[in-house]
């Protein structure tokens, strides 16, 4: 690995560091400033959930959440969070080694005296370090608004817990299965419409999943995988999805160098 | 010492031709040209030697090193300078040539104050608000800091101006002084006819010839401009005589072969005025285009 590419990259990556954790806090602090008056109708809100369609409220990921505790809200708000973390995890991988491309920079950077492993090794690192960021930022805004609108309630920070590493693991995947579908392609023109293609086709294939309940499509999507209802509510991960979700990345990250070291680097 | 053999280097990409069965040798010390038009394979050449694309078949060592197998070591002695430059958009000058530093060993910040100088090259800007010009003379800075053995140019000139374009030849040269390898693509030929001992020509993806600058425009062909009276004693059913244009008594034409013959025949016509030149590498090369 080399500090200089890693430094270089890091100091690239700060504003999207900052703007999607400014993201997360936001969403956050919205849901759960809202928990308060939630919480006092949560018998009427509950109620109301119940007499929705069941294909509807397991759409919103609503089917097994008990929106009056403090880890039901907090998973039922959690999807939203995901939706930024993928998009964010994916553009970083979409974009690690195609935007020098797309940027005509690849010449520059790889006629350097350093390896390609090398390169991808200290990008990768530098996208970890990126998420990982943005994942301590999502962990202490989470922290701080349940400890300032629990108003009381008891909770367990174990399980708040496991849904943030959920979090970290689901973004894990979108980086790598990223990586290699831009390794895979000739070239792209622009990260960010195959970072939300890849971010919101998996979670609508996830919200669709709940509608039509033959088709297993959400075996597919890691939105299902890192369901934070499941994750609360059994206060564990959904291991089997998990393992194969862990082979998923280290296979594309694999393939992605086998890919990156043997690839013609696109000119003009 | 030969600093790069190409041998039998071919490249395609999918079923569009690169390059093909290149094979030449540049010495140490030399400074090469590489002329042909646009698409005719010197980017891909000059890629193919860094390894930016691998080759199809064929193969190429540089330093007496294969680069197939010699590994990203071989290009520390690199310098390089791709024919579109173009960097982090967000980062000030000085940084990205820090940057470009902190790959190869040693303190190279004397080297870029000295090198920016002389470029005339303002290290507080950022690159997004430099012009095409500029941008290429951060190219030939980043591309020359680490002090090279080997330089790769490709059209290195394209967007700067003729003063820029001056000093830029005459450090080209003073590197060379130093003994370092040249190598030089263009398709700009009064330069490379300037600067160069040496010129491949590529066409097609295919090289053409390879020859001293001075045999090419000496040995070969002979640029007559004859003023005639008379009856045009010319035409090209005579052996050597090549772009033979009349008008209004005016002959202009190549010639090779024994210059007697054309002598001869000349002596035996009217002739108002006669000029017989060597030809510019430009009039040369748009005979291997015909």
């Known amino acids: 690995m080399s500090a200089n590419i890693l430094l270089h990259?890091?100091?690239?990556?700060?504003?999207?560091?900052?703007?999607?954790?400014?993201?997360l806090v936001v969403v956050i602090f919205i849901f759960f400033s809202l928990f308060t008056s939630f919480t006092k109708d949560a018998a009427l809100m509950n109620d109301v959930l119940?007499?929705?369609?069941?294909?509807?409220?397991?759409?919103?990921?609503?089917?097994n959440l008990d929106l009056s505790s403090v880890e039901g809200y907090y998973a039922f708000s959690f999807v939203f969070c995901q939706l930024l973390m993928a998009i964010q995890a994916a553009g970083y991988g979409f974009g690690l080694l195609s935007a020098d491309e797309t940027e005509l920079r690849a010449d520059y950077l790889l006629s350097k005296p350093i390896s390609r492993?090398?390169?991808?090794?200290?990008?990768?690192?530098?996208?970890?370090?990126?998420?990982?960021?943005?994942?301590?930022?999502?962990?202490?805004?989470?922290?701080?608004?349940?400890?300032?609108?629990?108003?009381?309630?008891?909770?367990?920070p174990a399980a708040i817990g496991l849904v943030l590493l959920g979090g970290a693991l689901f973004q894990l995947v979108f980086l790598s299965v990223g990586l290699l579908l831009s390794l895979l392609v000739r070239k792209i023109h622009s990260v960010t419409p195959y970072a939300l293609g890849l971010a919101f086709g998996t979670y609508v294939l996830n919200a669709f999943s709940g509608v039509f309940q033959d088709v297993k499509l959400e075996l597919l999507t890691p939105f299902k995988h890192f369901d934070p209802g499941y994750i609360v509510r059994y206060q564990a991960l959904d291991r089997p999805f998990v393992l194969a979700d862990l082979a998923i990345i280290v296979i594309s990250i694999g393939l992605s160098y086998w890919l990156f070291y043997r690839r013609d680097i696109a000119a003009v | 010492m030969r600093v790069i053999e190409v041998s039998q280097l071919t490249k395609y990409y999918g079923k569009s031709r690169g390059i093909v069965d290149l094979s030449f040798d540049v010495e140490e010390g030399e400074i090469f040209g590489f002329i042909g038009p646009n698409g005719a394979g010197k980017s891909t050449t000059i890629r193919l030697l860094l390894s930016l694309i691998h080759p199809t078949s064929g193969s190429a060592k540089l330093f007496g090193k294969e680069i197939a197998s010699?590994?990203?070591?071989?290009?520390?002695?690199?310098?390089?300078?791709?024919?579109?430059?173009?960097?982090?958009?967000?980062?000030?000058?000085?940084?990205?040539?820090?940057?470009?530093?902190?790959?190869?060993?040693?303190d190279c910040s004397a080297r870029i104050s000295e090198l920016s100088d002389l470029m005339e090259l303002e290290l507080g800007r950022r690159i997004r608000d430099l012009s095409?010009?500029?941008?290429?003379?951060v190219g030939i800075v980043q591309g020359?800091?680490?002090?090279?053995?080997?330089?790769?140019?490709?059209?290195?000139?394209?967007?700067?101006?003729?003063?820029?374009?001056?000093?830029?030849?005459?450090?080209?040269?003073q590197e060379n002084a130093r003994g370092v390898t040249i190598f030089f693509s263009s398709h700009i030929l009064g330069e490379v006819q300037r600067l160069c001992s040496r010129v491949g020509i590529i066409r097609e993806g295919k090289l053409v010839e390879v020859s001293d600058i001075?045999?090419?425009?000496?040995?070969?062909?002979?640029?007559?401009?004859?003023?005639?009276?008379?009856?045009?004693?010319?035409?090209?059913?005579?052996?050597?005589?090549?772009?033979?244009?009349?008008?209004?008594g005016l002959a202009q034409f190549f010639f090779r072969g024994d210059i007697n013959t054309i002598l001869r025949k000349l002596a035996a016509a009217d002739v108002g005025d006669i000029s017989i030149e060597e030809p510019s590498l430009e009039e040369i090369f748009m005979h291997y285009y015909e």
């Open chain 1, 9 to 23: 990259e890091l100091r690239q990556n700060r504003k999207s560091i900052l703007t999607w954790s400014t993201g």
């Open chain 1, 50 to 63: 119940a007499r929705f369609p069941e294909e509807l409220r397991d759409a919103f990921g609503l089917g």
């Open chain 1, 117 to 156: 492993a090398n390169v991808l090794t200290s990008k990768l690192t530098a996208a970890l370090l990126s998420l990982l960021i943005t994942d301590l930022v999502l962990a202490a805004a989470t922290f701080s608004a349940i400890a300032l609108f629990r108003g009381g309630m008891s909770y367990k």
């Open chain 2, 70 to 106: 010699a590994g990203a070591g071989l290009r520390k002695d690199i310098g390089y300078l791709p024919s579109e430059v173009f960097y982090y958009e967000d980062m000030k000058v000085i940084d990205l040539l820090k940057y470009s530093a902190s790959f190869f060993d040693g």
């Open chain 2, 132 to 137: 095409y010009g500029n941008k290429k003379k």
């Open chain 2, 144 to 173: 020359l800091l680490h002090s090279p053995k080997l330089l790769l140019l490709d059209e290195p000139t394209s967007g700067l101006d003729p003063l820029m374009q001056r000093k830029f030849f005459d450090l080209i040269r």
């Open chain 2, 214 to 248: 001075r045999s090419l425009q000496q040995n070969n062909y002979k640029k007559i401009r004859v003023n005639l009276r008379g009856e045009n004693p010319i035409t090209t059913d005579l052996q050597g005589v090549s772009n033979l244009q009349t008008e209004n």
